[in-house]
């Protein structure tokens, strides 16, 4: 019904920068959130932003002041803007919505996922 693909990973460099994109499609009467999780090898899924319809942001403490979430709600699509990248910033990053399908249905969706690795 609805598809989340998320792009824009790679490999960085500690203090550079990293752009992911993700990209909502299908089946959207309306998106109440969109957010990105991380998860490292070993550890547990975890939410680095989130941003809901109304604009309103949230960033978990180890980001704060380095990451920037942004949405554009005409598009169906959010990013996440990652500066001064740390070697604990390696991750698998995925992309997650809340999505409104068909009222008043709310679904939770997931993307694939996207590889960060930040080394020298």
């Known amino acids: 019904q609805v598809q989340l693909v998320e792009s824009g990973g790679g490999l960085v460099q500690p203090g550079g920068s990293l752009r992911l994109s993700c990209a909502a499609s299908?089946?959207?009467?309306?998106?109440?959130?969109m957010g990105w999780y991380r998860q490292a090898p070993g550890k547990q899924r975890e939410l680095v932003a989130g941003?809901?319809?109304?604009?309103?942001?949230n960033y978990a403490d180890s980001v704060k002041g380095r990451f920037t979430i942004s949405r554009d709600n005409a598009k169906n699509m959010v990013y996440l803007h990652m500066n001064s990248l740390k070697p604990e910033d390696t991750a698998v990053y995925y992309c997650?919505?809340?999505?409104?399908?068909?009222?008043?249905?709310?679904?939770?969706?997931w993307g694939q996922g996207t590889q960060v690795t930040v080394s020298s």
């Open positions: 299908g089946s959207i009467f309306s998106i109440k959130a």
């Open positions: 997650n919505a809340l999505v409104v399908v068909n009222p008043p249905v709310l679904g939770d969706y």
């Open positions: 941003i809901i319809s109304g604009g309103s942001t």
